[in-house]
């Protein structure tokens, strides 16, 4: 039996008390590379085996001596492409990337380090994240392990096909929206997306800022936790990283869930979902229950939009993130050009694949609609909503408007059909969006009508001779704002109900306190 059958705990624990050696768990991580990665594609990178044992034996030393007593330490990792890594080609699986080697190790690789873990590669993906299948990878096609006619999933497709080949003991991938868990799901792996800001993000080429996260691949529950506290840790080198009060993840994986609430999000059991999949969950449910658990269905009520919200967001900030890829400083250059812009244009043309290039227009064309219009953007507004301090992960009847860690950070964008200069970023902490209060229920008639606070912000872009322009009307914050102050107001709202809500809550946004308007 290949020692890479085992999980990583397993595989730990005899490494620890001597039954295996380092080395033989690289040689046979190397062995089962040799056997398969032709047919299955799961690696861009696989680094030199004479050097990876001379490391392996490294970390054995330190085993015997003691100074390395980590669950993982010895386990042979792989690393999803877009993390970086010392000296190591990384490259998001993109053309643009293929001579990129960085000068520094993101901050989840070097705590496996430290741990002793033993990097065995770099994975294949998606190129830059971007897709579900692994198709799109500059360096080819990723293969389903258990049948290469089907697609392993994306974007963290390399890492969970390699897990689940058996070509190491587990990986690391990053997580936007699906990119870890939805190809766990098609290699038979477990893969989890922690809460966002657990793990470090510095070092993790970013696709979506607000919306990446770095997490586990293994063979089942336990790797994963064990994993999970290895890599997690507050990072001062990362904006988004939040202080946890622990990081003990694995001693709550006890069989005892009697009393736990469990939800389940009848949104999610709609058209298009396979019998097989909804059997196994209810299945599961029906074990939980025996166990003692409450388990409980409720309606999220925006299931629907989840989807077109995420391409908005996460197009708009691949669009931003991506711009540094110019041919400039570092990365592929294209060889013949006539002037810096013409450089510019070729380089991003022919490193970015098809796909990538879709999703930067896709983010670029939400201010290129206003630019049409004749608009310049004049101001950015950051607006931290406080909810990071909150308590956004209550489950108070199962509902909370503070469930959606994305919901953290927003920018206003403020165009002008007058050219200023644009202003200098502005980050402002105000008391939080109103939201949903503990007992369910909706308390201005919308899921997010935001202060009318962040209205009083734009103040200094405009003037009364204007009109103020707010395409996304919602609940009519904008529009109440506009009334009291004496601005003249047009706004645009393609949900009927909200429409009438804004007409309700406009009406009466003549009172004098904004308290009269709650």
């Known amino acids: 039996m290949s020692l890479m059958s085992l999980t990583a705990v397993e595989l730990g624990k005899k490494i620890k008390s001597g039954e295996v050696k380092v080395k033989d768990a690289v040689f046979d991580a190397f062995a089962q590379i040799e056997a398969v990665e032709e047919n299955i594609n799961s690696y861009v990178t696989v680094l030199n085996k004479e050097e990876i044992l001379k490391k392996a034996e490294e970390v054995q030393k330190k085993i015997d001596a003691g100074k390395l007593t980590s669950p993982l330490a010895g386990v042979p990792v792989a690393i999803k492409d877009n993390m970086c890594t010392e000296n190591v080609l990384t490259t998001c699986s993109s053309k643009i990337l293929s001579n990129f080697y960085p000068t520094y190790t993101a901050e989840a690789v070097l705590k496996l380090e430290e741990a002793g873990a033993i990097i065995i590669g770099k994975t294949n993906m998606d190129e830059f994240a971007m897709g579900s299948t692994t198709e799109t990878s500059y360096y080819g096609v990723t293969k389903n392990p258990f049948n290469t006619e089907h697609v392993p999933g994306g974007s963290s497709g390399g890492s969970c096909a390699a897990v689940a080949a058996e070509e190491c003991s587990y990986a690391l991938g990053s997580d936007t929206g699906g990119s870890i868990r939805q190809p766990s799901s098609f290699c038979g792996v477990t893969g989890i997306k922690p809460t966002y800001g657990t793990v470090s993000r510095y070092g993790l080429i970013a696709y979506g800022s607000s919306l990446d996260q770095i997490g586990p691949v293994a063979k089942d529950v336990t790797d ?161 909503k406080g909810e990071v301090e909150s308590k956004r992960n209550s489950t108070v009847n199962l509902c909370s408007g503070y469930v959606k860690y994305v919901n953290c950070y927003e920018h206003i964008l403020i165009f002008k059909k007058e050219y ?42 405009v003037n009364k001779n204007l009109y103020v322009l707010d395409p996304f009307l919602g609940s009519g914050t904008t529009g109440i704002w506009c009334k009291i102050n004496g601005y003249k107001f047009i706004g645009y709202e393609i949900n009927k109900n909200y429409f009438e809500l804004c007409e309700q809550r406009i009406n009466k946004g003549g009172a004098t306190k904004w308290e009269n308007l709650q």
């Open 420 to 461: 200023e200069q644009i202003s200098e970023s502005k980050v402002c902490k105000i008391k939080p969006v109103y939201k949903i209060n503990s007992k369910g229920e909706n308390i201005l008639g919308h899921t997010a009508p935001y202060p009318i606070e962040l209205v009083e912000l734009i103040k200094p872009y």
């Open 224 to 384: 994963c936790a064990t994993i999970l506290e290895t890599i997690a840790g507050y990072d001062s080198k990362d904006s988004t990283s939040v202080k946890r009060e622990k990081y003990d993840f694995a001693s709550a994986l006890v069989d005892d869930v009697k009393g736990m609430k469990i939800g389940i999000p009848k949104d999610y059991f709609g058209e298009g979902l396979d019998k097989e999949v909804k059997e196994s969950i209810m299945n599961a449910v029906k074990v939980l229950e025996e166990k003692g658990a409450i388990v409980e269905e409720f309606d999220l009520s925006l299931v629907e939009y989840a989807i077109p919200a995420y391409y908005v967001i996460a197009a708009a900030e691949a669009s931003s993130n991506l711009a540094r890829f110019d041919g400039v400083k570092y990365g592929y250059r294209t060889k013949e050009y006539n002037g810096l812009h013409n450089m510019y244009k070729k380089t991003r043309s022919e490193g970015f694949g098809e796909e990538v290039k879709r999703r930067i227009m896709l983010g670029f064309y939400s201010t290129l609609a206003f630019k049409i219009a004749g608009f310049k953007l004049t101001g950015n507004i950051i607006w931290d």
